[in-house]
């Protein structure tokens, strides 16, 4: 059918331009992901939205297409997974993200972890966990407890891919961007951990969360990873059962310590620092501690509960 209409109520400008219902978002980004549409199409499509901005709604809908589509790896056993979208790499501080990983995983959870390098200059996740010698699994693999598993974004979908490439071409983000740390490519009970750069995204990401019932927890992570600062400790804030609620507070006041982090950004000297800290040579900074932890909590909550208990445990 085409996505022309489409692109008639979105690319008339910021305050010209209609916002799509789910469903037309969900069948406009099923064209774009199935390859329908052709370059000149995509790259409006990426402009148009850029322009205008992206309700709830329509996020909704891009997400169900994605979800209709990509493979999703599942849990070897009834566990939630945590889901750590990675895609912004290291610019002036460490991706720290693999040992957000790994210290979840020694928690007992299974974890998955995707993504791939939309910025030619930054260091990537899937570089940091290449210098710790693990290799990036097929979205087919189970995760089992205790278990990181890396998937790059091709394997869950190459079209969704394809689509984040567009910002080498384009220079600009577009709506897979966003979508990349709002879905769950996990076949069964995840919570995704969606991170966000600028304030106005944590607004927008909550709302769409709490559209879908993702399970989610949303902080301004490390350069849009969805690590902690381990300088400081961010706000963050649980999206579960239909309520968002903060279960960590921003830590106030000026820095007074700060942890021993890697001298440099690089890809072996942060998997250095993560496999110290693994092994207990250098302490774990205090807000990734404290994210663990309120993640662990968050999941003990979904396993017990299926997630149909109230959030006022977990602030406690």
Same mark, same amino acid.
């Given at each position: ?108 959870? #299974? @974890? /998955?972890?995707? +993504?791939?390098?939309?910025? &030619?200059?930054?260091?990537? *996740?899937?570089? =940091? ?129 700060? #942890? @021993? /982090?890697?001298? +440099?950004?690089?890809?072996? &000297?942060?998997?250095?620092? *993560?496999?110290? =800290? ?39």
């Amino acid at each position: 059918m085409g996505i022309s209409q489409y692109l008639k109520e979105i690319g008339r400008g910021r305050e010209g331009a209609r916002a799509l219902s789910r469903e037309q978002a969900r069948d406009l980004m099923g064209q774009v992901l199935d390859g329908q549409c052709t370059d000149l199409e995509v790259g409006a499509f990426c402009i148009g939205m850029r322009v205008k901005g992206e309700t709830p709604a329509e996020m909704a809908g891009f997400l169900d297409a994605v979800h209709e589509r990509m493979t999703r790896p599942a849990a070897a056993a009834p566990l939630p997974v945590v889901v750590l979208p990675s895609y912004n790499g290291a610019r002036k501080q460490p991706v720290l993200t693999p040992l957000l990983a790994l210290l979840l995983a020694r928690k007992g959870w #299974p @974890v /998955l972890v995707h +993504g791939m390098a939309t910025e &030619s200059r930054r260091v990537s *996740t899937e570089n =940091v966990f290449q210098a710790l010698g693990q290799r990036a699994q097929a979205a087919t693999e189970p995760i089992a407890p205790g278990q990181v598993h890396y998937v790059p974004t091709a394997a869950l979908h190459p079209g969704l891919a394809r689509l984040l490439d567009a910002r080498r071409a384009i220079g600009l983000r577009n709506p897979a961007h966003s979508l990349v740390k709002l879905m769950n490519p996990v076949a069964g009970l995840a919570l995704v951990v969606g991170s966000y750069t600028h304030p106005e995204y944590a607004t927008s990401m909550r709302d769409t969360f709490l559209l879908t019932g993702q399970p989610a927890m949303l902080l301004r992570g490390t350069e849009g990873e969805p690590v902690a600062d381990a300088r400081r400790t961010p706000a963050m804030e649980l999206v579960m059962n239909g309520e968002a609620e903060v279960v960590q507070p921003a830590q106030p006041g000026t820095l007074t310590d700060l #942890p @021993v /982090l890697p001298d +440099g950004i690089d890809a072996d &000297s942060t998997a250095s620092y *993560t496999l110290a =800290v693994l092994m207990g040579q250098v302490p774990v900074p205090e807000p990734i501690w404290l994210q663990v932890e309120r993640i662990s909590r968050a999941c003990k909550q979904l396993q017990s509960a299926g997630d149909t208990s109230a959030l006022g445990e977990l602030a406690a």
